[in-house]
């Protein structure tokens, strides 16, 4: 290895390196998925694509134990910090999903085909279900509360001025994406509600900006972040029935 290029990379890799300690840090706390719940779908979807449709008794069986251990899993399953607003819900999901894999069960040690096709829907929709709960309704959405959850739980708290001063201003960008965005089909019914309540988002998070180039007091500045995490939750709200 050339002799000047060696110091010149060790000195290019202790520089960028803390460009990436928060993220790596911080990297499993704001992605918003649960590996349990997405290894189920590897069972799920035979049960609903294959066997339901082809209405295959001998199949519903032979999947029960992937269902009872994958199941299982779920059951033990931890959310991530960024979907603790969401702890209560996910709580009473997996009770209402435990109980539809007790179902399944009992259908599959008798011989009613009803019955079986009858649990196997609904595992599926309680599955589903699951899967609401913790899925950003879009992913510009889940973009801006990455942000705004660093900024909440970590930037601000810790007087971490210079990775939130960098983060406020992500956000203000983050949000003009989600005040442009467009509601995926099945959320259609609340794309008047969400455009109102994605504008005030806006419109707070610009407040923060403000505040934070004017280095306001911090009562100021925690006020403003108070409102738009106000905002953020009653958005998020909207596609909570």
């Known amino acids: 290895m050339n002799r000047m290029f060696f110091p010149l990379l060790v000195i290019v890799l202790l520089t960028c390196s803390p460009l990436f300690s928060q993220d790596d840090q911080h990297s499993s706390e704001i992605n918003s998925s649960v590996p349990e719940l997405f290894d189920f779908h590897e069972v799920i979807y035979p049960i609903w694509h294959t066997a339901y449709p082809e209405k295959n008794y001998s199949m519903f069986k032979e999947l029960l134990?992937?269902?009872?251990?994958?199941?299982?899993k779920i059951y033990s399953a931890v959310l991530p910090g960024i979907l603790r607003d969401?702890?209560?819900?996910?709580?009473?999901?997996?009770?209402?999903?435990?109980?539809?894999?007790?179902?399944?069960?009992?259908?599959?040690?008798?011989?009613?085909?009803?019955?079986?096709?009858?649990?196997?829907?609904?595992?599926?929709?309680?599955?589903?279900?699951?899967?609401?709960?913790?899925?950003?309704?879009?992913?510009?959405?889940?973009e801006f509360h990455k942000v705004l959850y660093m900024i909440y739980h970590h930037y601000w708290p810790n007087k971490d001025m210079e990775e939130f001063g960098t983060a406020?201003?992500?956000?203000?960008?983050?949000?003009?994406?989600?005040?442009?965005?467009?509601?995926?089909?099945?959320?259609?019914?609340?794309?008047?509600?969400?455009?109102?309540?994605?504008?005030?988002?806006?419109d707070s998070t610009k407040h923060?900006?403000?505040?934070?180039?004017?280095?306001?007091?911090?009562?100021?500045?925690?006020?403003?972040?108070?409102?738009?995490?106000?905002?953020?939750?009653?958005?998020?709200?909207l596609f909570d029935e």
């Open 65 to 72: 134990p992937d269902v009872n251990s994958g199941a299982e």
């Open 86 to 142: 969401k702890q209560a819900e996910w709580n009473e999901g997996v009770t209402k999903f435990r109980s539809s894999v007790e179902r399944y069960n009992k259908a599959m040690q008798g011989t009613d085909e009803d019955e079986m096709l009858k649990s196997a829907e609904e595992l599926h929709s309680d599955f589903e279900m699951l899967v609401r709960i913790i899925k950003p309704v879009t992913k510009e959405v889940d």
């Open 168 to 202: 406020v201003d992500e956000l203000e960008m983050r949000a003009e994406e989600l005040n442009k965005c467009s509601l995926p089909k099945w959320a259609s019914d609340k794309s008047d509600e969400f455009k109102d309540q994605s504008q005030k988002l806006y």
């Open 208 to 237: 923060l900006k403000a505040m934070k180039n004017a280095n306001a007091d911090d009562s100021e500045i925690e006020k403003a972040i108070e409102n738009v995490h106000n905002n953020y939750v009653a958005l998020e709200r």
